[in-house]
């Protein structure tokens, strides 16, 4: 076994200011020293979604702090890391600005190599902060900005086996919250709502179900919340009618999810034969409990064991930009500090799919 | 006492190295665009030339803007990371201040008032006065093209001393007052060097804080009325 590696982590290409420590080899689960994470909702809460710009200048106000905080916490100091890693993309780009950037002043201070990570696969890996998930394996990755299915055979190595054709379904959630009136951010005011709601009392549909393939569409599943919610003919919805819009809603994503998952399974089982069969679902939309139970199920039914990361790695944090970090650190990766922010980057790089060039 | 300075908020990229009085080493390259991939080239460069490493500086100093958000924002967001990992002060000065200490000996030799001016777009500029020391005279200010040269016209009028122009404003705000003043021969982007100079005489760095300058708010809009009520 190596040495262990100690890796500092930045993560700034949304909406959270994230940085964390782990120290830890690519062969098991890692230390996390520290793991800290500064939301920014409240600041975005009012504009119903990011407002980039204010995301932007919410990151350069926190992060140098916060990556103070994050080292005292490791009881670190920078002379103890072995690199460092930092979102270089995809996602807001005057955010990714100031993560990288700072990663930037304190490798060429500290003369330590930088490793710039693809947020998609600080999700990617991010199961393997904490769990045992050995490559290859399936990936459903579902948050506000992303919505794709890839064979993850390792660092740097992706296929994409599907991907939305128009909105992310945390943006489906996020919409569906803003027509409802429930509070920003969608996902978890949605998933409140629906508790009290009843699933079966809106007949929505289910874009592409009966359709064979991978690909993902949430934006006529929008739409048609909207001519429900329209078709009441009130002016104001009731508590119970937001609960039953919130919970059909939240059901027919599913279905679609756990559909397009399950065509995924049959041709994971084609490309890798002999291979543990294991589906990993990871992003913010990960945290829906509904949906993990669907994918629980979806995934028996096909011998595979779904595994995801605690509610804490699935949201946007730096632990995983941390370890994704780590991995392609020890095979070899380094960046040079004229690395590129970027504000897209897709992980499977020889696919050609309009949804996975975020 | 020796600093490490630069600036990437406006149309170049500069860094500078001064120890004391004096330029160690100076890089100034006109770059509108791609900043956050050449800036550590020059930090590089100049660190070489002048034998020192960013480990061996007492301070930092970086522009904070007014300029382009992306640009005052990978030049800062840079600084703020050296000097962290460095362990020493970092200084903030606005780019309108830095750009008046360029034209520190034309001031020195003629007196009067120095107005350092931006383009803003949107029919705005940025602008401050100095007097002829370059002690800063008003705030730095966005505002309307005409209502920033009333003002100018009143502070040289209070002050009754002659007016030099400086910056990318200049050729905008003169001819509102009639040609009132001249223009500078001193460079109208900021100059890194000028910026290590000045952090290096600094006896208290508190008021120069390293955050931004924006001067301008967000471009967010807040949502419509929503479709239903609840």
């Known amino acids: 076994m190596s040495a262990p590696l100690t890796i500092l982590g930045i993560e700034t290409s949304c909406d959270e200011t994230a940085v964390a420590v782990l120290r830890g080899t690519p062969d098991a689960r890692p230390q996390i020293l520290s793991h800290l994470v500064l939301s920014q909702i409240a600041a975005h809460a009012p504009y119903g979604g990011v407002v980039p710009e204010i995301a932007a200048r919410a990151h350069i106000e926190a992060l140098d702090d916060l990556i103070a905080a994050a080292l005292k916490e490791a009881e670190l100091t920078f002379s103890d890391l072995t690199a460092i890693a930092a979102t270089a993309g995809p996602g807001l780009v005057g955010g990714v ?11 060429h201070a500290q003369n330590l190599p930088l490793v710039g990570v693809n947020h998609l696969e600080g999700h990617a890996l991010s199961v393997r902060l904490t769990e045992e998930a050995t490559f290859p394996y399936l990936l459903l990755l579902v948050s506000g900005g992303h919505c794709q299915l890839l064979a993850v055979e390792g660092p740097g190595n992706y296929h994409l086996y599907g991907a939305t054709i128009d909105d992310a379904v945390g943006e489906a959630f996020d919409k569906t919250a803003k027509m409802l009136n429930l509070p920003y951010p969608g996902g978890p005011s949605v998933e409140r709502a629906a508790l009290a709601g009843d699933p079966a009392r809106f007949d929505l549909p289910r874009p592409l179900i009966h359709r064979p393939g991978r690909d993902f569409s949430f934006s006529g599943l929008k739409t048609a919340v909207r001519h429900a919610a329209e078709g009441l003919g009130k002016e104001r919805l009731e508590p119970q009618d937001v609960a039953d819009l919130a919970a059909s809603f939240q059901a027919a994503a599913t279905d679609v999810l756990a559909n397009r998952a399950a065509h995924a399974m049959a041709r994971f089982i084609e490309d890798y034969p002999g ?17 993990r139970s669907h994918l629980e199920a979806a995934a028996a039914a096909r011998d595979f064991a779904l595994i995801a990361p605690p509610l804490q790695y699935c949201t946007d944090n730096a632990a995983m930009i941390a370890w994704a970090g780590l991995e392609l650190f020890a095979l070899g990766h380094r960046d040079t500090l004229a690395l590129s922010p970027r504000a897209r980057w897709p992980l499977d790089q020889k696919a050609n799919h309009p949804g996975a060039k975020v | 006492m020796k600093t490490l300075s630069l600036d990437t908020a406006l149309a170049a990229c500069s860094v500078a190295i001064a120890d004391g009085d004096k330029i160690l080493a100076r890089e100034w390259i006109d770059l509108p665009r791609g900043h956050a991939e050449r800036l550590f080239d020059l930090i590089g460069a100049v660190e070489a030339a002048a034998g020192l490493t960013a480990k061996q500086m007492d301070r930092m100093a970086v522009t904070v803007g007014p300029g382009t958000f992306t640009g005052l924002r990978v030049g800062l967001a840079a600084a703020k990371g050296l000097a962290l990992a460095v362990g020493c002060p970092l200084i903030g000065l606005s780019t309108l201040h830095t750009v008046a200490l360029g034209a520190r000996q034309e001031m020195a030799g003629k007196g009067g008032l120095l107005t350092v001016a931006f383009d803003a777009r949107r029919d705005e500029v940025y602008h401050q006065t100095f007097d002829h020391t370059l002690t800063p005279l008003t705030d730095p200010v966005i505002a309307r093209r005409a209502e920033a040269a009333r003002d100018i016209l009143s502070l040289a009028k209070e002050k009754d001393a002659p007016l030099t122009w400086l910056g990318t404003g200049a050729p905008i705000l003169m001819p509102l007052l009639d040609g009132l003043g001249e223009i500078s021969q001193s460079a109208n982007q900021p100059d890194a060097g000028c910026l290590a100079l000045f952090a290096n005489h600094l006896e208290d760095v508190a008021p120069y804080p390293a955050e931004p300058l924006y001067l301008r708010a967000p471009d967010a809009k807040l949502p419509k009325t929503r479709l239903f009520k609840t």
């Open chain 1, 97 to 107: 600005i100031v993560g990288l950037m700072t990663a930037k002043g304190i490798a």
């Open chain 1, 275 to 291: 291979a543990t069969r294991t589906l990993v679902v990871a992003g913010g939309v990960a945290a829906n409990q509904h949906l």
